[in-house]
Nanobody, 114 residues
Framework: QVQLVESGGGLVQPGGSLRLSCAASGSIFSIVSMGWYRQAPGKQRELVAGIAIRGSTKYADSVKGRFTISRDNHKKTVYLQMNSLKPEDTAVYYC????????WGQGTQVSVSS
């Protein structure tokens, strides 16, 4: 089973940037697709970005052109570079397999506000 620890969130002004990291344990990391998800207050958790084993990526329409997902299989880490942040990006961000499987980590809070 993969265990996941997210980090890198914080408070940022609109237009700012953050880089999230997700450290995974387990030997299967390099052979599964991974994704970043977010859940805003009162809303369902949604897939923000996904990255396949060989590196192909997909993004929610709301973040295309602003967010970039990447992975380092040697470090068993998935990253989410978030640029041009908007108040509507405020949420708790989680990583998991894509599609999600097993327990979720604690997530990392991203708050975008002036």
């Amino acid at each position: 089973q993969v265990q996941l620890v997210e980090s890198g969130g914080g408070l940022v002004q609109p237009g700012g940037s953050l880089r999230l990291s997700c450290a995974a344990s387990g030997s299967i990391f390099s052979i599964v697709s991974m994704g970043w998800y977010r859940q805003a207050p009162g809303k369902q958790r949604e897939l923000v970005a996904g990255i396949a084993i060989r590196g192909s990526t997909k993004y929610a329409d709301s973040v295309k052109g602003r967010f970039t997902i990447s992975r380092d299989n040697h470090k068993k880490t998935v990253y989410l570079q978030m640029n041009s942040l908007k108040p509507e990006d405020t949420a708790v961000y989680y990583c998991n397999r894509d599609p999600p499987l097993g327990n979720w980590g604690q997530g990392t809070q991203v708050s975008v506000s002036s």
